[in-house]
């Protein structure tokens, strides 16, 4: 699959600080990508410099086609109606070449038909991100980046936006930053962590999830919450943490394993030795929160 955006050795400096260390990473064409990191890591830094909006240090990006952009803060007119706004977007863009998109065919994408006459701070938050994504394509962009678009908004309108997004997947290439690391494993095809600057993995999300099958994850449900068991497991199994569920009906321990061996015998015999009565042992799929948290400490 051909690259839709390449990243080499990206830098940015600000003064005092170095905000991205060469960075570099890839996104297919036709995939969605996310873009994991905590606050700070330099994710909405390194989506500006790749839409042309902040200079960077050095490095270099390569875009095959045109990008549309949604910030995490969208710049709507909440004075104008939607259609009137996709408008003048569609105005502005129009001056560089000639736009194949129409505004119909954004707002029947987006869903906007029963509000396109209603002034856009009259909208709910979910509504006003679909307007926002809805002006990333109404010049037929290959390639739409999304910063946060799912961030604030409710239950429903979450479901909507994900849907939205999924929908677009194919027809246009995706890049999008998220804190919600829910949210990109039900979306992404793959994903780039970047932490303080720094890509720390990039990849298919299934290689990835691979690449870390070797770190054991296992839950133990057990008859009676228990902390001071915690050091004798991590020192005798050389465990990477030891967390506790109280509040469900059976407390549930959760141990993060280095081992690639299979160690669940071994503690089965350790729980029966200390006196706790096990009533299930099993391994886990390591997920996006589990992989992320392991990255970036």
């Known amino acids: 699959m051909d690259k839709a955006i390449i990243i080499q050795n990206l830098v940015k400096d600000f003064p005092g600080t170095r905000a991205l260390s060469g960075v570099s990473f890839s996104v297919e064409k036709g995939s969605i990508h996310g873009f994991l990191g905590p606050n ?8 500006r410099i790749i839409t042309g909006l902040m200079p960077s240090t050095s490095g270099e990006v390569t875009v095959d086609g045109r990008i549309g952009f949604l910030a995490e803060n969208p710049p709507l007119y909440l004075n104008m109606t939607v259609r009137d706004y ?4 569609l105005e502005i863009h129009s001056q560089n070449f000639k ?18 006459k209603r002034l856009i701070g009259n909208l709910s938050k979910g509504f006003k991100q679909r307007v926002g994504i809805a002006q990333t394509l ?13 961030v604030g908004l409710d239950p429903k309108a ?27 494993s039900l979306l992404c095809s793959h994903i780039s962590i970047i932490n303080s600057g720094e890509i720390i ?7 990835m999830r691979k690449t870390f099958k070797g770190q054991q994850v296992i839950e133990i449900t057990v008859d009676r919450w228990d902390p001071s068991i915690d050091q004798k ?23 993060y394993s280095r081992s690639t061996n299979d160690i669940r015998p071994e503690l089965a015999r350790f729980m029966l030795d200390n006196e706790r009565h096990l009533y299930g042992i099993q391994q886990v799929e390591t997920n996006l929160e589990d992989m992320f948290n392991q990255m970036t400490r």
């Open 86 to 89: 996709l408008q003048f977007v």
């Open 158 to 184: 979450l479901v909507e936006i994900r849907n939205l997004i999924l929908s677009l997947r194919g027809d246009h290439t995706v890049l999008l930053s998220s804190h919600q690391l829910n949210e990109v």
């Open 138 to 150: 109404v010049h037929n962009p290959e390639i739409i980046i999304l910063d946060e678009p799912t």
């Open 99 to 116: 736009p194949i998109y129409k505004i119909d065919s954004a707002i029947e994408k987006c869903g906007l038909g029963s509000v396109e």
């Open 40 to 47: 700070g890591a330099g994710k909405s830094t390194t989506m």
């Open 201 to 207: 993995k990039s990849g298919p999300l299934k290689e």
């Open 233 to 255: 497991l991590i020192k005798q199994f050389d465990l990477a943490k030891v967390e506790w569920d109280n509040e469900a009906d059976q407390p549930l321990l959760r141990l």
